[in-house]
């Protein structure tokens, strides 16, 4: 019995990374909130059935790389005062995310 | 079909992933009634029930049994964890690396696929909230409570989690890094709360005693004795 290679994990702890919006309907475990915004990668969590094919009975895989994400609340509610130092981190599937092209603004006074 | 039935309010939570695929669509349906009080999807419930009793494929037993496993898991169970972590440095350091296999040395089983165990410390408080869903560590702290499944909870904690913080109670000093967690997916999360000043007398099971599920999510701190 053949099994097809794990999908590649492409990211490593820190790298600079953008959520995509994708545009799928059904079980999507991507919020709104966080999509097009900037975050790093803050673990690897190992590989899980895409949910969005799940949720319809589909557990053919292949699984998918999942990562916790970390943003900063800043960037995530620009328009709101906030404190600096507060961040969000939640999981994003391998599939939803895509390299920052340039790093992450530096934080400007 | 629109007797009472003592199963049907548990119902939703028969699912494979305790990951409740249907609360993103159909959230209101926990705390919305009709006119004769019944929760909406209540009676699809039943129905389903009733044929599955019918057929001989579940027994009435069978399903009080299932309640009785699910309600079992209580917020006891996440103190234990918390206590041991308190007072065994080395314990600690395993359970944040790999909750699950910290909670399994306790002779806790975590049901959901991993856990992860976030520290408080004087500079960073964690919050936990789902905003998809309910997710929730279930198998450690039980069912969640209906304000942590309400969706102005899951609105605001990522978005204004120091007001929401406040609105329960807890001001955090000046300074202090909240970092909220979205378990939106497959990790779920257990706050490691601070121990409390004036608990080094305490036993184990003296402390577990001030370890809240509200301190567990990040709500609030653990208890003072």
């Given at each position: 019995m053949s099994r097809a290679p794990l999908l590649p994990v492409r990211f490593q702890v820190g790298d600079a990374v953008e959520v995509l919006d994708l545009g799928k309907a059904g079980h999507v475990r991507t919020p709104h909130y966080v999509r097009h915004k900037r975050g790093e990668i803050l673990q690897f969590c190992g590989y899980f059935l895409n949910p969005e094919a799940l949720s319809v009975g589909d557990v053919s895989g292949p699984p998918v790389p999942l990562y916790r994400v970390r943003f900063r609340m800043k960037d995530l509610w620009p328009e709101e005062v906030r404190s600096e130092q507060d961040v969000l981190c939640i999981e994003i599937y391998d599939h939803w995310l895509t390299p920052a092209t340039h790093p992450l603004p530096e934080d400007t006074p | 079909m629109s007797e009472p039935n003592p199963h049907t309010v548990h119902a939703h939570e028969h699912t494979i992933h305790d990951h409740d695929h249907d609360h993103d669509h159909h959230a209101p349906s926990l705390v919305m009634e009709d006119e004769a009080g019944n929760l909406d999807g209540q009676q699809l419930v039943d129905a389903l029930q009733a044929v599955l009793v019918r057929k001989g494929i579940l027994s009435p037993g069978e399903i009080t049994l299932e309640i009785q496993a699910i309600e079992a898991p209580g917020?006891?169970?996440?103190?234990?964890?918390?206590?041991?972590?308190?007072?065994?440095?080395?314990?600690?350091?395993?359970?944040?690396?790999?909750?699950?296999?910290?909670?399994?040395?306790?002779?806790?089983?975590?049901?959901?696929?991993?856990?992860?165990?976030?520290?408080?410390?004087?500079?960073?408080?964690?919050?936990?909230?789902?905003?998809?869903?309910?997710?929730?560590?279930?198998?450690?702290?039980?069912?969640?409570?209906?304000?942590?499944?309400?969706?102005?909870?899951?609105?605001?904690?990522?978005?204004?989690?120091?007001?929401?913080?406040?609105?329960?109670?807890?001001?955090?000093?000046?300074?202090?890094?909240?970092?909220?967690?979205?378990?939106?997916?497959?990790?779920?999360?257990?706050?490691?709360?601070?121990?409390?000043?004036?608990?080094?007398?305490?036993?184990?099971?003296?402390?577990?005693?001030?370890?809240?599920?509200?301190?567990?999510?990040?709500?609030?701190?653990?208890?003072?004795?």
């Open positions: - | 917020t006891h169970l996440g103190a234990k964890i918390v206590a041991r972590a308190w007072t065994d440095p080395g314990f600690k350091a395993r359970l944040l690396a790999n909750g699950k296999n910290g909670a399994a040395e306790l002779g806790l089983k975590v049901g959901e696929a991993q856990l992860v165990v976030v520290e408080n410390t004087a500079e960073e408080h964690n919050l936990i909230v789902c905003t998809l869903c309910s997710c929730y560590p279930r198998s450690l702290l039980g069912q969640p409570p209906s304000w942590y499944i309400s969706k102005a909870y899951r609105a605001r904690a990522v978005r204004e989690p120091a007001t929401v913080l406040r609105e329960f109670g807890l001001a955090l000093p000046a300074g202090t890094a909240i970092h909220v967690h979205d378990s939106n997916a497959d990790m779920r999360f257990l706050v490691l709360p601070l121990r409390p000043p004036g608990t080094e007398h305490l036993d184990e099971p003296g402390l577990q005693a001030l370890v809240t599920r509200d301190a567990m999510i990040g709500v609030a701190q653990a208890l003072r004795p």
